[in-house]
């Protein structure tokens, strides 16, 4: 009686495989079998069994959109706001932060200004930001400043700044860091607010910068354009403050004043 169950065995892994390509379910065709023996041992019903396999394939399909989403983003490097010491930052709680995290801001379309001087930690959280908002599988794009610039320069040159201009349009969250420390010129000012423009009140923008809003004229020559820039990125913004002191400097501080004597 063993050949002909290990026969029909053979035939319906071999049918799962081929549903599971056509209908694109990977995990499926990969863990069926797996599953289906847990299942045995465990005395599983079939509707149980068929909740596994779905709910497998429905997980693992979450993974791989977190893990595009995270490519996608083009981050630097990968921060988490768990690695963020907020004992050297005082002026941001942990309330805001794990708020932010949630992503409410970025259901309501809301900016985030990130505003302090060098080295204080504005890049990480901008970073672990635009992570918490991949993980829930939102399109985020994290970019200077000056690279934004010169890409919608050149896109303007090609005669496609109104595709560039809607793909940009279309991320849930554009993390714009590095605001204030390269000039830009008025073509260039013009352009950025235009993206800025198209995201207002609609989808979300987080800035990362090292001026106060009463300086951005020094980045920015035509008062009017940066007057139009502040008001819109200021509305109904969240505006975190980091200091002036180096964030390197006081976690190592911090670090070293929690070591046990020796």
């Known amino acids: 009686m063993s050949a002909p169950t290990k026969t029909s065995d053979t035939a319906a892994q ?16 990969d863990e069926a079998t797996r599953l289906a023996e847990i299942a045995v041992r465990e005395r599983q019903t079939h509707l149980g069994f068929l909740a596994e396999v779905l709910t497998a394939e429905v997980d693992d399909r979450a993974d791989r959109r977190r893990a595009r989403r995270i490519g996608e983003a083009k981050f630097p490097r990968l921060k988490r706001l768990a690695e963020f010491n907020l004992d050297v930052v005082p002026s941001i709680t942990p309330a805001q932060l794990a708020a932010l995290a949630a992503g409410g801001w970025i259901d309501a379309g809301e900016p985030v200004v990130l505003l302090g001087d060098s080295g204080t930690g504005k890049t990480h959280l901008l970073i672990g930001l635009g992570l918490a908002a991949c993980e829930q599988g939102r399109r985020v794009r994290y970019v200077t400043c000056a690279q934004l610039v010169n890409e ?17 349009a279309r991320l849930d969250l554009l993390l714009l860091d590095e605001l204030g420390y390269v000039g830009i010129d008025s073509r260039g000012a013009e352009l950025l607010f235009q993206i800025i423009t198209e995201r207002e009140e609609r989808a979300s923008i987080g ?35 980091t200091g002036t002191q180096s964030y390197r400097l006081r976690t190592s501080k911090t670090t070293t004043r929690r070591k046990p004597a020796r």
Not at 153 to 166: C, N, P, T
Not at 213 to 221: C, D, K, L, P, R
């Open 207 to 241: 800035i990362g910068t090292n001026l106060p809003f009463s300086e951005w004229g020094t980045i920015v020559a035509d008062p009017r354009l940066v007057a139009a820039i502040v008001d819109r990125i200021t509305f109904n913004a969240h505006i975190l403050e």
């Open 14 to 29: 071999a049918a799962i495989g081929a549903a599971a390509r056509e209908l694109h379910l990977p995990t499926i065709r």
């Open 152 to 168: 919608l320069v050149e896109a303007a040159d090609d005669r496609q700044l109104s595709r560039l201009v809607g793909r940009y």
